[in-house]
């Protein structure tokens, strides 16, 4: 078990951590499924989001808002149709109606209080503007892939972090529900890593793509931590 207070700043993945990102993927996406006679699951369509998302990231960098029209232009050609102008863009257009997990104000409420917060996150910055008012917390910094013209798991957004924060690395914690983007780059920078399971008993992997690696502290919820931390 890691000692929870050597740390002066906890560092958070946004969506799928703090935000539930899954469930404003499905309710932008069902709809321009369904008006295309396309029947999938709920997890099918996490499924597919998160790989042609990873896909698109892996590519020249290019605006988040870009990346999502270009997921649904994927389930277009997965699926044989053609999304109207409308349908390209409604992915992009429901981020800002995305909301954070019933635990999460509270927690970073209290968090806040013992500890400076940060977020590093794949998005732009016009985008994480409206998120930031849902979370109803100051945060002390906010990294973006638009700032660093990369998405995570590249390491090139934690190390943008870290020299912005300008702590030594053992000081920061870095929280975050995927594996994939988050705990693995981290920890191969040498960070301390909490894997926040939102999926915890739950099959699939939602929107995000497998991974494996050994997150320091595992929490099913943000509550969680914040009550260890609070100890």
């Known amino acids: 078990m890691i000692d929870l207070n050597q740390y002066e700043v906890l560092t958070f993945d946004c969506y799928g951590t703090l935000i539930d990102w899954e469930t404003g993927v499905i309710q932008a996406l069902q709809p321009v499924l369904d008006a295309h006679q396309i029947q999938l699951s709920e997890d099918g369509i996490l499924e597919l989001f998160a790989r042609f998302e990873s896909q698109l990231e892996q590519g020249e960098y290019r605006q988040y808002k870009d990346i999502l029209q270009g997921v649904v232009q994927k389930f277009g050609e997965q699926f044989g149709f053609t999304p109207s102008s409308v349908e390209l863009t409604a992915l992009a257009d429901s981020v800002k109606h995305w909301l954070p997990f019933p635990d999460t104000v509270e927690a970073l409420k209290i968090l806040k209080k013992r500890l400076k ?77 909490v894997w926040v399971n939102r999926r915890f008993g739950k099959e699939g992997l939602g929107a995000t793509v497998a991974a494996v690696s050994n997150p320091d502290l595992e929490v099913p919820n943000l509550k969680t931590l914040a009550e260890m931390i609070q100890l």
């Open 117 to 193: 917060l940060a977020i590093i996150s794949n998005v732009d910055d016009d985008l994480f503007a409206f998120t930031a008012k849902h979370l109803q917390v100051e945060l002390d910094l906010v990294v973006t892939a638009q700032q660093v013209k990369s998405y995570k798991p590249s390491l090139q957004n934690f190390e943008v972090a870290i020299a912005r924060l300008g702590i030594p690395s053992e000081k920061i914690l870095h929280v975050a529900g995927s594996v994939y983007h988050d705990i693995v780059p981290a920890k191969s920078l040498g960070l301390s890593t």
